[in-house]
């Protein structure tokens, strides 16, 4: 089996992927659940990974336990990993902890954010528009979520980040299992405000426009739709099809 595997690119601007060999297999999965296109319960077979990667198990293994840290993946002793299925009490308390973090992270980015990290946030917001007007959806939900852990970048606090990269995921997991309606979206609008009012150093705006943006999100779920794949081959496709380009 072949371990040499090199990044993949997007069409977006925010999908560098550098690094170990597990750091880009973590990355590959880590976007496909921002992107709704793994299946909340969908099982996780080293084999079928390494093969869909061409890499050992082993890498895929360590790939895993980083995404099992930010709770995304459940290891089961015995019987493998699978993608992580919150709950309905579950979800309520990601997102009791999503609020009271995005809004410490709403305050400290009204404080800290550059220029130019300002800057950055617009051109996600463009990107993520661009990607719904072409049909896109899946890698617009990836950039909706990525300007959430940008804004946690600006809010200059670590733990904070880290705390949000967990958040994001889950919370994506969370829609897909349980989002009904028509599915649409509109956040780069919700974002787009919330960009001035950072800018404007009006924190209070800032903070009840996060707590919209949140409510809107909330007033969406339901117990019934799934929308994401348990196939992991029809979710990898892109990148098995690229190794047959290669040889």
Do not use: W
Request: proline content about 2%; overall charge neutral.
């Amino acid at each position: 089996m072949n371990d040499q595997l090199q990044p993949l690119k997007k069409p977006t601007r925010a999908t560098k992927r550098t690094g170990t060999q597990d750091d880009i297999v973590y990355a590959h999965i880590f976007d496909a659940i921002l992107e709704q296109r793994l299946a909340p319960g969908t099982k996780l077979s080293e084999e079928a990974l390494g093969e869909i990667f061409g890499v050992s198990r082993t890498i895929i293994r360590r790939a895993l336990s980083r995404l099992a840290h930010e709770g995304v993946v459940l290891l089961r002793p015995n019987r493998g990993a699978v993608v992580a299925s919150p709950s309905v009490d579950e979800a309520r308390q990601i997102f009791f902890a999503r609020r009271l973090v995005e809004k410490a992270i709403t305050e400290l980015a009204v404080q800290h954010a550059t220029t130019e990290q300002l800057a950055e946030l617009r051109q996600m917001v463009e990107d993520e528009r661009d990607c719904f007007d072409r049909g896109d959806r899946g890698a617009g939900i990836r950039l909706s979520g990525e300007f959430h852990l940008k804004l946690a970048e600006a809010a200059k606090n670590a733990p904070l980040v880290s705390f949000q990269r967990s958040l994001v995921s889950q919370t994506s997991l969370i829609i897909a299992q349980y989002e009904g309606g028509s599915r649409s979206h509109c956040s780069y609008d919700e974002h787009n405000e919330l960009i001035d009012a950072i800018a404007a150093r009006d924190s209070d705006k800032a903070v009840r426009l996060m707590m919209h943006h949140m409510d809107h999100i909330d007033s969406k779920l339901n117990l019934e739709e799934e929308g994401a794949s348990g196939d992991l081959h029809a979710v990898f496709s892109h990148i098995v099809a690229k190794k047959k380009t290669r040889a």
